[in-house]
């Protein structure tokens, strides 16, 4: 398997937790992979961050004491379209269907190995990097008589 540490190069991340040790930690495994990181332990600074740093993806934690992630997903909604990673200890299959459908790219359960974190920002950013260049990921010719899904 190759190494897609150059796939994350100069890519600006903002992590939204309110526990300063997952966001001192993340900015330590992020930028050891080639992130610039910036963090925020309130969702009203994280909303501010991204007006200001334009961040390429937001990592964000669901249990924010002042906006919970669920209302975050919906304002950064507003204005936005940077791809959103859910890293939660909640693992309910209501709660992941709730927040994907709030505006959420992807939804990972915490405890998670640093690789499939990469692993799962870098799918994010590859998306990403597809719809900002026109690529479709799907080619609707590819039905059979051009039939609907």
Request: glycine share 6%; hydrophobic share 40%.
């Amino acid at each position: 398997m190759g190494d897609n540490r150059n796939m994350t190069t100069n890519k600006k991340v903002l992590v939204i937790d309110d526990d300063r040790a997952i966001t001192e930690l993340l900015s330590v495994v992020l930028g050891k992979h080639g992130f610039e990181v910036f963090t925020a332990n309130k969702s009203e600074e994280g909303l501010q961050l991204i007006t200001e740093k334009k961040p390429d993806i937001i990592t964000l934690d669901l249990m924010m004491p002042d906006i919970n992630g669920w209302d975050m997903c919906k304002k950064i909604r507003v204005f936005s379209v940077i791809p959103i990673l859910v890293i939660s200890a909640i693992n309910d299959p209501q709660t992941i269907a709730s927040m994907l459908d709030s505006g959420a790219d992807d939804y990972i359960v915490k405890p998670l190995t640093n690789e499939i974190l990469i692993a799962h920002l870098n799918t994010l950013l590859r998306r990403a990097d597809r719809k900002e260049t026109g690529q479709q990921s799907v080619n609707a010719n590819w039905l059979p008589g051009n039939a609907t899904l």
